[in-house]
């Protein structure tokens, strides 16, 4: 299983099937936390984005709120993903805190994500 973003009425929807995917998605080094999202549809800085995320085998979805901090072009140098990360909410600190709980051991492992 994969990380796939659909836009849906301007929704993005992510899945994050497994802790692998998470840890590349994870941006522990953005204020609040962060996620990137493949994506080939152009998002300026700043903009706020919400987007329903399902979370390994959680049954339900999870809404998140955030606002674009980075932004990997198409055609990145380094065969990079095309996408957006953004900057959780400060509401989402029990979202950050789950993350954090399933990526527990993993994050500083100096593996290469989607970001860094």
């Not at 990360?85 to 994050?107: C, M, N, P």
């Amino acid at each position: 299983m994969s990380i796939v973003p659909r836009i849906s009425h301007g929704i993005l929807s992510l899945v994050i099937g497994n802790k692998e995917e998470l840890l590349k998605a994870y941006m522990p080094f953005i204020n609040n936390g962060g996620l990137f999202i493949p994506t080939t549809r152009s998002y300026q800085l700043g903009e706020e984005v919400f987007m329903l995320m399902t979370l390994m085998d959680e049954a339900d979805k999870i809404p998140v709120t955030g606002r674009v901090v980075w932004v990997t072009p198409k055609a990145a140098q380094g065969g990079r993903k095309p996408g957006i990360g953004i900057q959780l909410s400060s509401d989402d600190a029990q979202l950050v805190r789950k993350l954090e709980t399933y990526l527990a051991g993993a994050l500083g492992s100096g593996r290469r994500t989607n970001t860094l």
